[in-house]
């Protein structure tokens, strides 16, 4: 262990380990895993429709599948992030991950697609947002919505840039080696699981940061298991507004491509509209996990989901020239959104059983992801137009607005005495 003397200067600040360390290093493994498998994957999209001579709701349903697998493992890596630690579980997710893409420049059928599909699910279980969150939720009790609205950001980076870089590749090498070249990236996390992540602060003779070691153990909450989360009423208002909003944000984004395409941009000018969709995202990350320390989570979630639903609204007009500033304002408040479910989470249940409760949670909020490309996909096959489904969009932002009208929360301090349901 550290001598006291670094120990005290290292729990304070900048250079808390938590910050340049966790933090940086979980940014950088969810900006990989996640851009590749929520924005990147979307400019293989027209290739796959003409390679595999399909319409856009099966080409949807490898989504579906992929998310859905996710929500599902999600609760074996969650228990498994608890109980073995969260490193076996990430090195797990990343060599999946690696070959998934792989395979997909090799895909020929239809149902190798969706077996691929299936692979980045399980891929995403063990090396997606779930196990970031427990992560980071052990390192931070204070300021743990900034440190959650930073590291979240890696999904809005990777998603604005991929898509271009894919779009490059594609143009320059065809998508089968494009999607090949994709696999690499997974494998560059594998010395920063292993050297950089470090699961508790204790490891390095630290506490989490705003506490001393015993008020932080305290701070950690109960040991909950499965029953336990899903008995509390928080548990089902936050998990039913993760559906809601993550079936939006992937209905948008993961049709947004095809979409564009329809209004008349070229490919290279949709990869381009994924940028401001994406680090709209981040910026809203970052600004929420700052206002939701000093103003409430509470509050500051409904202003954003309320921009959110007014970039909705302006998709429903199907209007080129709207297509920017609605993308925007819905990019923003999504990702204010994203990074404060993650906080309240951690808020109301405590950090010890946190990997089980994001792993509950990303039952409901993956299979709403799964759900929404597919379904909107859906829509569009029947009706030759996205505005049915982007109706919907606007009908389950309407719901979460309530849901988070509905939970009553408590400061991270006070959410320390929660005790398990009986």
């Known amino acids: 262990m550290s001598d006291p003397v670094t120990v005290t200067r290292a729990q304070h600040g900048w250079r808390f380990y938590g910050w340049w360390g966790v933090v940086l290093a979980t940014l950088f493994f969810i900006f990989v895993t996640n851009g590749l498998t929520i924005g990147g994957i979307q400019a293989f999209d027209p290739h796959l429709l003409a390679a595999l001579s399909i319409d856009r709701a099966p080409l949807k349903l490898g989504d579906a599948i992929q998310l859905g697998t996710a929500a599902i ?24 991950l690696a070959a998934a893409f ?29 196990v970031c969150v427990v992560i980071v939720s052990r390192w931070f009790i204070s300021r743990r919505g900034l440190a959650l609205g930073l590291m979240l950001a890696g999904t809005s980076l990777g998603s604005a840039v991929l898509p271009t870089v894919f779009t490059d590749l594609i143009a320059a090498h065809g998508w089968r080696l494009a999607a090949a070249y994709g696999a690499f ?44 989360i899903v008995a509390r009423r928080e548990f089902w208002l936050i998990g039913a507004a993760a559906f ?8 948008v984004s993961n049709n947004l491509f095809l979409h564009s395409k329809d209004l008349g941009f070229t490919p290279v000018e949709s990869a381009a509209l ?6 709209l995202g981040l910026v809203g990350k970052v600004v929420s996990g700052v206002l939701s320390d000093i103003l409430g989570r509470k509050r500051v979630w409904i202003l954003n989901l309320v921009l959110m639903l007014a970039g909705a609204l302006m998709l429903v007009t199907l209007q080129k020239s709207l297509l920017m ?30 990997g089980r409760v994001m792993g509950a949670v990303t039952v409901l909020d993956a299979g709403g992801g799964a759900l929404g490309p597919w379904i909107t996909s859906l ?19 309407i719901l979460s607005i309530v849901l988070a009208a509905s939970l009553r929360l408590r400061s991270p301090e006070s959410a320390a005495t929660v005790v398990p349901a009986t």
Request: glycine share 12%.
């Open 73 to 96: 493992f999600t609760l074996l890596t969650g228990w498994a992030a608890d109980r073995i630690g969260v490193r076996p579980v990430m090195t797990v997710g990343v060599l999946l």
């Open 102 to 130: 792989y395979g997909l420049g090799q895909v020929e059928t239809v149902a190798g697609l969706y077996a691929l599909r299936f692979v980045m699910g399980l891929g995403l279980a063990g090396a997606g947002l779930a």
């Open 185 to 228: 990236a997974p494998l560059i996390l594998l010395p920063v699981i292993w050297f950089a992540i470090r699961e508790w602060p204790a490891s390095i003779g630290l506490a989490p940061y705003g506490g001393a070691a015993a008020h932080a153990a305290a701070l950690a909450g109960p040991e909950l298991s499965y029953r336990d």
């Open 244 to 251: 809601a909003t993550f079936y939006s944000i992937l209905a």
């Open 274 to 279: 994924f940028v401001p969709l994406f680090i």
């Open 325 to 354: 500033p609605a993308i925007a304002l819905f990019g923003f408040g999504w990702g204010s959104n994203y990074s404060l479910l993650q906080a309240i989470s951690a808020d109301v249940f405590g950090s010890r059983s946190l």
């Open 379 to 397: 829509f569009y096959d029947r009706y030759g137009s996205y505005t049915p489904g982007f109706w919907l969009v606007c009908a389950l932002i």
